[in-house]
T-cell receptor
Framework: DVKVTQSSRYLVKRTGEKVFLECVQDMDHENMFWYRQDPGLGLRLIYFSYDVKMKEKGDIPEGYSVSREKKERFSLILESASTNQTSMYLC??????????FGNGTRLTVT | SQQGEEDPQALSIQEGENATMNCSYKTSINNLQWYRQNSGRGLVHLILIRSNEREKHSGRLRVTLDTSKKSSSLLITASRAADTASYFCATDRGSTLGRLYFGRGTQLTVWP
């Protein structure tokens, strides 16, 4: 069974802090994704990666960066957290053209 | 940018009834997928239907795809209270390495 693990379920950070959200998958998937989910807006893609050290911007990359140094790990970085980044963050992985496997999400609150 | 749009936004039914959710999309697709999300959790993949398929079954789930109308439907038969969740459709446009475009979802509530 594919497992996608997000490092934290809940996180509370202060405005201006640098925040790291970590995601690890154990199925050697090429693709990894970071989405944020907000009520009424559905899932919006922040960044995705199709290989180690490769990254592509999604629909809302502003204020975020990512790192993929190893195939199994995809990190989302909030360089300077702001209150409008309070959200549920979902990591997913997949093989090309196949179903996404999601982690359980990190609910981030920025105060 | 969302690709799929689910309809209705919310659906409330009794146990034992069937639940039908619809998804419309705007561009050509490689495949369409349905996902389920329990409150506060990640999404779970339910079923994938390719653009050359018209219908697919998995247990109590039945998915249809009409590429001429750019629409899909998810039917859950004999609903149970445990089916209460949000359901999302997602489309693979076939262009960017498996990226999916999600709709805003249908919230299904099944009353015991």
């Amino acid at each position: 069974d594919v497992k996608v693990t997000q490092s934290s379920r809940y996180l509370v950070k202060r405005t201006g802090e640098k925040v790291f959200l970590e995601c690890v998958q154990d199925m050697d998937h090429e693709n990894m994704f970071w989405y944020r989910q907000d009520p009424g807006l559905g899932l919006r893609l922040i960044y995705f990666s199709y290989d180690v050290k490769m990254k592509e911007k999604g629909d809302i990359p502003e204020g975020y960066s990512v790192s993929r140094e190893k195939k199994e790990r995809f990190s989302l970085i909030l360089e300077s957290a702001s209150t409008n980044q309070t959200s549920m963050y979902l990591c997913a992985s997949s093989r090309a053209r196949s179903a996404l496997h999601f982690g359980n999400g990190t609910r981030l609150t920025v105060t | 940018s969302q690709q799929g749009e689910e309809d209705p936004q919310a659906l409330s039914i009794q146990e034992g009834e069937n639940a039908t959710m619809n998804c419309s999309y705007k561009t050509s697709i490689n495949n369409l997928q349905w996902y389920r999300q329990n409150s506060g959790r990640g999404l779970v993949h339910l079923i994938l239907i390719r653009s050359n398929e018209r219908e697919k079954h998995s247990g109590r789930l039945r998915v249809t795809l009409d590429t001429s109308k750019k629409s899909s439907s998810l039917l859950i038969t004999a609903s149970r209270a445990a089916d209460t969740a949000s359901y999302f459709c997602a489309t693979d446009r076939g262009s960017t390495l498996g990226r999916l475009y999600f709709g805003r979802g249908t919230q299904l509530t099944v009353w015991p």
